[in-house]
C-alpha cells in the first residue's frame, strides 16, 4: 500500500516537473488584446474543451483531469483551476475555459481569492493574476514578487496579501511586494519535496496570527515581528505540509504528504492518521460547512467529514473514484469536489461526475 501511494506521487512529481518546464513566463502587461475583445471572450457562450486526455486520470466526458481550486465570487461565478488546463469559469448559464487567449496565462492556479472592491486574484505557477471583471494583469517577478511558482495565497484581515512560493514568503499591499525571509527550525533529514524554502499553505487565526506549512520543516505561527515553529517533536504528525485549515473554533487543521492529518488546538496536537483514525497518508482540500463539520480529501482513498466526534467517510461506494485536492459548498448549497480525475457534485448522498452540460443548477 505504502509503495502503491508512493509511486503515485511520483507521477504527480514528474507532471509537475513536466509542467514547470513547458509553461512559459508571462511579462507583467496586460495582454495586447483590447479590454472590450477579453469582456467579450469570457461572457461569450464558447464552452471550447481542453481536448487532452491524460491517460492517467482520464474521465470520460469529465471537464478537465487535474482540478485544484474551487471558488464563488461575490457575483455568482464559480471560478476553477486547474493543474494543466489554466481556468474555468461557470457564470450560471454558461462554463468558459479561460487562458492565454483571454489574457490568462498562468498555468497550475493553487489559489483564489477576492478582495474588497471584488476583484479576483489567482495565485499560478507563473505569478499572481488579478481579474478586475474586463482583463487580466499579471504580477511577477518583473514587479517585485520573489519568484513566479506560488503554491499558496492568502488575504488576510486588513486586506493584505501573503503569497507562498519556493522561495519563502511574499507580502503585497496591491501595489508593493516585501519579501520576508523564513527562519527554519533543526530538522534531521527533512523530507523536502520541491524546495527547502516553499510555503505551501498560509491562513490567519482569530488573533491575527499567520501560520504557514513548509515543504520539510512543520508548521509556524508569525505574529507579523517572530516565528514559532512547531514540528514532529512538538507532536506534529509530518513536517511536510500540504495544506492547513483555520476552522471555526480556532484549531489549526494540518494536511501533510507523509502522516496524514493533525489539529492543533494551541496547546497540543491530535493526530488522526497515527491513530488510526484516518486512512493515507496525503491529506489536502479542507472545507468547514455550515454545520461546522470538517471536510477534507486523503489521496486515493476519498474523502472523510468530522462531526467534531467522529469520522465519516465517502469513497467509491457513494461514486468517487477520485483523489480530491478542493472542496467547496457556494451560496446555493451545491457541494463541490475537485481533483485528480475532475470535478464531482455530492448531492447528500452520492457523487455525480461533472461535464460540460452539468449537472450545474
Avoid at 509542467?19 to 495586447?32: A, E, K, P, R, W
Avoid at 525571509?181 to 530538522?187: A, G, H, I, L
Avoid at 507532536?235 to 492543533?264: A, H, P, Q, R
Amino acid at each position: 500500500m505504502e509503495k502503491k501511494r508512493r509511486s503515485f506521487h511520483g507521477i504527480k512529481t514528474l507532471i509537475l516537473i513536466i509542467l514547470c518546464l513547458t509553461i512559459s513566463s508571462c511579462n507583467g502587461q496586460v495582454d495586447s488584446k483590447s479590454k472590450e475583445e477579453k469582456h467579450e471572450s469570457l461572457t461569450s457562450n464558447s464552452t471550447e474543451a481542453k481536448n487532452i486526455e491524460d491517460p492517467l486520470f482520464y474521465i470520460d466526458g469529465q471537464l478537465c483531469q487535474h482540478l485544484r481550486e474551487i471558488f464563488q465570487d461575490s457575483k455568482g461565478n464559480l471560478w476553477f483551476g486547474t493543474n494543466v488546463y489554466d481556468l474555468m469559469m461557470y457564470n450560471g448559464d454558461i462554463l468558459k475555459y479561460i487562458s492565454k487567449k483571454e489574457g490568462f496565462n498562468g498555468g497550475r492556479v493553487t489559489g483564489i481569492v477576492e478582495d474588497s472592491i471584488g476583484d479576483i486574484w489567482f495565485a499560478t505557477s507563473s505569478g499572481l493574476y488579478k481579474y478586475d471583471g474586463e482583463s487580466f494583469v499579471v504580477f511577477n517577478e518583473e514587479n517585485g514578487l520573489l519568484n513566479n511558482e506560488i503554491w499558496s495565497l492568502y488575504l488576510d484581515s486588513k486586506g493584505i496579501f501573503w503569497i507562498g512560493h519556493n522561495d519563502g514568503l511574499s507580502r503585497f499591499d496591491g501595489k508593493v511586494f516585501e519579501n520576508i525571509v523564513v527562519p527554519k527550525p533543526e530538522v534531521k533529514e527533512p523530507k523536502t519535496i520541491y524546495s527547502a524554502d516553499r510555503i505551501t499553505g498560509i491562513v490567519e487565526d482569530k488573533e491575527g496570527n499567520l501560520w504557514l506549512g513548509t515543504d520539510g520543516y512543520g508548521i509556524c505561527k508569525y505574529d507579523g515581528e517572530n516565528f514559532t515553529h512547531f514540528t514532529i517533536k512538538n507532536g506534529l504528525c509530518d513536517n511536510t505540509i500540504y495544506e492547513l485549515m483555520v476552522d471555526s473554533n480556532n484549531n489549526i487543521w494540518i494536511g501533510t504528504f507523509w502522516g496524514g492529518v493533525s489539529k492543533f488546538d494551541g496547546k497540543e496536537f491530535t493526530n488522526f492518521t497515527k491513530n488510526k483514525v484516518i486512512i493515507g497518508d496525503e491529506v489536502g482540500g479542507f472545507f468547514e460547512d455550515d454545520n461546522g463539520d470538517i471536510w477534507f480529501g486523503v489521496e486515493n482513498n476519498g474523502v472523510y467529514k468530522y462531526d467534531g466526534t467522529s469520522f465519516s467517510h465517502y469513497y467509491k461506494e457513494e461514486g468517487l473514484d477520485a483523489s480530491i485536492l478542493s472542496i467547496y459548498k457556494d451560496k446555493e448549497s451545491r457541494f463541490w469536489f475537485g481533483g485528480w480525475g475532475g470535478l464531482f457534485r455530492y448531492d447528500g448522498k452520492f457523487f455525480t461526475s461533472v461535464t460540460k452540460d452539468g449537472p450545474w443548477e
